[in-house]
């Protein structure tokens, strides 16, 4: 099966049309503050519903905690 790569650690299983929401959705991470790159370019928040993961990506998914 064709793989996109999750923070060196995870595969998600490519679907053609996945989208960057739907890796996080597969992963379970629901984290509110989270930065996502895929093969190296960021990827607002606001276009996780819309930006296709192409296979074989490489897809950095990073949690941000917020200090206090």
């Known amino acids: ?3 996109i790569r999750v923070n060196n650690q995870y595969d998600v299983e490519y ?23 895929i093969d190296g370019q960021v990827v607002l928040r606001k276009d996780f519903a819309t930006t296709e993961v192409p296979d074989g990506a490489e897809m ?9």
């Open 15 to 37: 679907r053609p049309g996945m989208t960057v929401q739907d890796v996080l959705t597969a992963l379970k991470f629901s984290f509110r503050m989270i930065v996502v790159k």
């Open 60 to 68: 950095q998914a990073i949690h941000l905690i917020s200090g206090g």
């Open 1 to 3: 099966p064709r793989m």
